[in-house]
Structure formats: C-alpha cells, structure tokens
C-alpha cells in the first residue's frame, strides 16, 4: 500500500489554503490502516466534530435507550412534548429528518454575548417554538435536513434518562469504550476538563467578536449552553474511529453495548433505495450518487455524516472500511468551502491507493 500520494494531497490541501490543520484515519475490517495528520496540531489535540454530533451521540444514545426500552423510534414526539405542529411527528422522523421542520433558525441573535447565560430558560424558550410555531414546519415528510430535530431529540433523551446529554455520552458511551479523553461534550458552565490549547481554532467569530477554541462553534448550541442534540461533541480521529468500530461490533453481533437488531433498525440503509435521492436513517446520511462529499467510489450501502467545521466520516458497509476526515477548514472564516471540491476526490485517491475496491 503506498501512503505518499495521500499524505502528499492532505499537506496540499494545506498549501491551497483548505484548511489550517487535518487528521485522517482509514480502517479497514475495523482495523487502522492509515492514521495520519497535517498542520500544525496541539498534543491530545481535540476538533469541534460539529454535527458528527448527530450520529455519534444524539443517534447512538437512541440506540441505547431504545435498547433500554425507555423509548421507541414509533413513539410520537408529543409523548414528550406539548406541541401543536409535530403532532404527526414520530421520534424516527426526528432522527431521519423527515419531520418537516425547517433546517435551522438563528435563535442566538435574540440574546446579547454580554447577557448573562441563562441557558435552562433559553432552552425552554427554544424548545416551545420549536415544537409549536407553526412557521417552522413547512417541508411535509419529505427529507429536509436541519438542525431543529436533533435540537428536540437531545432535550427528549435528557427527558427520559433524567440526566444532561453530555453525562448521558460520558456514562453510556464513552466510558464504557474507554474513551472519556477522546470523546466529548464541553458544557459552557462547567470547568474545562482539558486546556484550552489542546483544541484545534475553528474560526474567529463575527457573532462573539473572538477565535473561537475549546468552545463550540454553533451559535445556537453555544447560546444554549455547549450541549445539543445536534452539536457540541469535541473529539480526535482514535475515538470517531473506536464509536464505529463498536457499531461494526454490533453489525457483527457482538458489541458490548449494542445490539446487532439495533444496529439494523437505525444504522443499516434498506437495499433497495434510490440513491439518486437524498436519503438518512435513524441518525446516519448516506452517499446520494454523482454529487456525495464521500466520491465517486462508495458503494450505496455506505453511511456517514459531515459536520460543518469541517468534518466527515464515511462507512461503505458492504465493503468493510471507513474513511474519517477532521479538519478545521472554518478556520479564520466559515465562508472557505473549498473542502467541498476537495475532499471527494481525496476519498477516491485514498480508496484506489489502498486498494479498498
């Protein structure tokens, strides 16, 4: 397996000005097969995963509770919550963004940098126009991806497992997998539990006039305190990397603490889709042929997610292998997008380096 040309075309994607920094990781049959980084990286270095959160918490800490038979993906939203335009609404379609909700809305401009954080109160206020303003939900059943749903289906977990997301990761996830240094949530009104030199910038903020570094970039997660459903979570290549791994596990039957009927029901996409559409599972996005972030060369029975800091993780099922790509390409501005030209043509390169297909 020849390596040179894939470390070549990373340290590129720095010299065009991509991103600042960058890690990637490939793993095939669930083990590593290439782990390397470009930039200039802290030790014990931490990425804001941006909306990776989705999959790799919000999505897993369903599975578990649905495990638990706390809840059920049937379940209809208003179980939960008073709501007067979700009514239609069950958890499944939270999860797999067909609940009609609008992708996002800029909550955080109501309330001034310089107020103090009252984040119980803003979430309550969140949550209710959410699930009853009708101006939010406008898209039918169709697949709108957004934010909002992932907003309400953190806040519904905390509801039934009576405890904050981010201890609900620690305890039921990250613990168990070893991985409560590599893996995390960082609560705007708790100590940081590591230095703040060791998180890679995301971007120097026009909202809150600073580089923003060991706290979140979403605004609205952050406006709520660091800690959603749909962002927050803060972690490194090794612990993406050991969260599939244990999915993998339990694709196989036997994971520690998934099980193998529960990895179908949210992970696995059905056969028989259309992948020329847009389509997500209970917590995963899938390849949508000929325009995928992921290339030209997974297969259509692959899943994985982007994050908007410049993040992604891809899983082609059928043929055992991942490809996990962290990078803070927001960094100083969020406007860079050339990650979008970039990287599926360094998925392809490093698929046909290494042989993969």
Request: glycine share 6%.
């Amino acid at each position: 397996m020849n390596h040179d040309p894939i470390i070549s075309r990373l340290s590129q994607g720095i010299n065009d000005g991509v991103f600042p920094s960058a890690e990637l990781l490939v793993a095939q049959k669930g083990k590593v097969i290439l782990h390397t980084c470009a930039g200039h990286l802290p030790p014990k270095h931490k990425f804001d995963l941006a909306s990776l959160t989705k999959p790799l918490a919000t999505a897993t800490l369903s599975m578990l509770l649905t495990q638990q038979k706390c809840l059920h993906l049937t379940d209809p939203v208003q179980n939960f919550y008073p709501t007067n335009n979700l009514m239609d609404v069950s958890l499944k379609r939270l999860l797999n963004h067909t609940s009609g909700l609008i992708d996002c809305v800029p909550f955080f401009q109501q309330w001034d940098t310089k107020d103090p954080p009252h984040y119980k109160a803003r979430r309550q206020h969140v949550l209710k126009k959410i699930g009853n303003d009708n101006t939010l939900k406008q898209h039918g059943h169709h697949v709108a991806y957004g934010d909002l749903g992932y907003v309400l289906m953190g806040a519904i977990l905390e509801q039934v497992a009576l405890a904050p997301l981010d201890q609900l990761f620690s305890r039921l996830i990250a613990q168990p997998l070893k991985l409560l240094e590599d893996v995390f949530f960082v609560p705007l009104d708790q100590p940081p539990r590591i230095e703040k030199h060791c998180f890679v910038p995301t971007e120097f903020s026009q909202h809150r006039q600073r580089i923003i570094q060991g706290e979140v970039m979403d605004d609205n997660a952050y406006a709520l305190g660091g800690v959603c459903g749909h962002a927050g979570l803060f972690g490194n290549a090794r612990g993406v990397h050991a969260i599939l791994n244990e999915l993998r596990d339990a694709s196989l039957g036997k994971s520690k603490i998934f099980e193998e009927q529960t990895f179908k029901i949210f992970c696995a996409p059905p056969h028989n889709r259309n992948w020329t559409e847009r389509f997500f599972t209970a917590g995963f996005d899938t390849p949508t042929k000929n325009i995928s972030q992921s290339g030209t060369l997974f297969s259509k029975d692959t899943i994985g997610h982007l994050g908007f800091s410049g993040t992604s993780f891809w899983w082609d099922l059928t043929r055992d292998f991942w490809i996990i790509l962290l990078t803070n390409r927001t960094m100083p501005e969020r406007d860079n997008v050339r990650i979008k030209t970039f990287r599926p043509p360094l998925h392809d390169l490093i698929i046909t380096s290494l042989k993969l297909v």
